[in-house]
């Protein structure tokens, strides 16, 4: 007798919700990290205003994959000391299930750092990144990151190198995602005709559905015993 | 501790299987078709009028990644029947493909290079198509990477098909994208060029002539004959593996 679906999704969320609420570990270190790549970048362009203004799409998106991984890696390693992976597996509650249920923990602590990173930038490189379209872009991209993340992350976390793996297995998977996100974002904010951003976005959706769908349907290979 | 097997001499009969017939007529053919292709394409087929003897290397360019797409094709596939069936042959089958498709896939980003150089007067340039070829690659590379990682065998297999079955998007978008994103720069010589394309030429009943055999030759003879051999190299470092344990643990 299997968990319904949903209701073990839900429990899933609500366990990674209160260990993060208790521990606040994952989006402090993403926090961090963020902050910190975004002065980096800022110092590292200062010089030249104009080439800071053109970089804003690119130190956006460079920060999010990496703080993404940081906090993706992060989280499996939590989850491998404590047994929770194990546990979970041990109920009898479908892969899939496990596979969404980690999958919207992951994409909601990573759009929380996102979001609390468009005002910042913002601020700091004077252009205007709260627009409705490019928040929706950097949700649609955040969430591409924490379906492919989620999966490789359970497989990294298995093999000898851990940590390490990660950025090399997930990196080249994700470029078509950061290249159509740069693209979208880039367009959107130098004011660029509709349809020239629009293609972008709607190949940033495309791969992100396909990815998304065959995450879901791989998962339960990576985490069989 | 008795009753482990001793070694004998019939576990080491699969490095002495000898080829079978079928892949040395394949071994043949295959070598036969690579030296003719390259007369019908080197010698054979006419200059191009525009761009002149660089023109040629258009019969190696655009066959290699279609044996690129068949190599990582036979991947896909392979993974897709591991995780059905665990066997392990369909394994080696798509860490074959791998190992094949991305020798094809730098011959055809080297080829395109140095054709490059004189036609768009550059080695290389960020254009949807390029970079998407060259974002396949690093993909398979970071296959073999993370392979090398995986030490527990059932669970590399299960994991390697995974990441071959996730990874073969990223030919589809290489092989898709002209169609998709209009300003690329490539030309598209079967079938409409895009608006922007520099460098293409017709594809007149001469460069049919040629390429027809070379796409044959690339697209099906050369990664079946190399995956084969991959494979069989594959099973002998298994046998050896097995022998080592087995030698260790006497």
């Not at chain 1, 994700?174 to 709607?202: C, H, I």
């Amino acid at each position: 007798m299997k968990t319904p679906f949903i209701t073990s999704v839900a429990a899933i969320i609500k366990k990674d919700l209160r260990a993060e609420f208790r521990a606040r570990e994952l989006v402090s270190l993403m926090g961090l990290f963020t902050l910190l790549s975004v002065l980096v970048f800022s110092f590292a362009l200062e010089l030249d205003r104009e080439a800071r203004e053109e970089a804003v799409s690119g130190v956006l998106w460079v920060t999010l994959i990496f703080a993404s991984i940081l906090g993706l890696n992060r989280g499996m390693a939590q989850e491998r000391d404590q047994g929770g992976l194990d546990a979970t597996l041990a109920a009898p509650v479908s892969r899939s299930a496990i596979y969404l249920g980690k999958l919207l923990g992951n994409f909601f602590f990573t759009a929380i750092v996102a979001l609390v990173m468009l005002p910042l930038m913002t601020v700091l490189y004077g252009k205007n990144l709260l627009d409705a379209w490019v928040i929706g872009t950097t949700v649609i991209g955040v969430f591409g990151f924490a379906a492919i993340g989620t999966l490789l992350a359970t497989l990294t976390v298995q093999t000898r190198a851990r940590e390490a793996l990660l950025p090399i297995a997930m990196l080249p998977i994700v470029l078509p995602f950061l290249l159509t996100a740069v693209r979208a974002t880039t367009g959107l904010l130098n004011g660029a005709v509709e349809r020239e951003w629009q293609s972008s976005l709607g190949m940033l959706a495309a791969i992100t559905v396909i990815y998304f769908v065959m995450c879901l349907l791989l998962y339960r290979y990576v985490v069989e015993e | 501790m008795g009753e482990k097997p001793k070694l004998a001499a019939s576990d080491l009969q699969i490095e002495r299987r000898p080829q079978p017939r079928l892949l040395r007529i394949l071994t043949v053919i295959t070598a036969l078709g690579f030296a003719g292709s390259l007369y019908l394409g080197l010698a054979a087929a006419g200059t191009d009028i525009l761009q002149g003897e660089i023109q040629r290397i258009f019969y190696i360019h655009m066959p290699s990644f279609f044996g690129a797409f068949t190599a990582f094709g036979l991947t896909l596939v392979g993974g897709l029947i591991y995780l059905a069936r665990r066997r392990e042959k369909w394994d080696r089958i798509a860490l074959a493909g791998v190992e094949v498709g991305l020798a094809f896939s730098l011959i055809n980003l080297l080829t395109g290079s140095i054709w490059a150089r004189p036609i768009w007067n550059t080695w290389w340039t960020w254009d949807p198509r390029l970079t998407s070829a060259a974002i396949m690659c690093l993909t398979y590379a970071a296959y073999l990477m993370l392979r090398a990682g995986i030490d527990d065998l059932d669970r590399r297999r299960a994991f390697m098909s995974v990441y071959g079955i996730l990874a073969f998007v990223t030919v589809l978008i290489t092989l898709f994208i002209i169609r998709i994103v209009p300003e690329t720069i490539h030309p598209v010589i079967v079938g409409a060029s895009p608006q922007n394309a520099q460098g293409g030429f017709e594809a007149t009943s001469g460069v049919v002539m040629a390429l027809i055999p070379s796409l044959l030759l690339w697209l099906i003879f050369m990664p079946l004959t190399l995956m084969w051999h991959r494979v069989r190299l594959e099973n002998r470092i298994e046998a050896l593996n097995r022998l080592k344990t087995q030698a260790l643990s006497e």
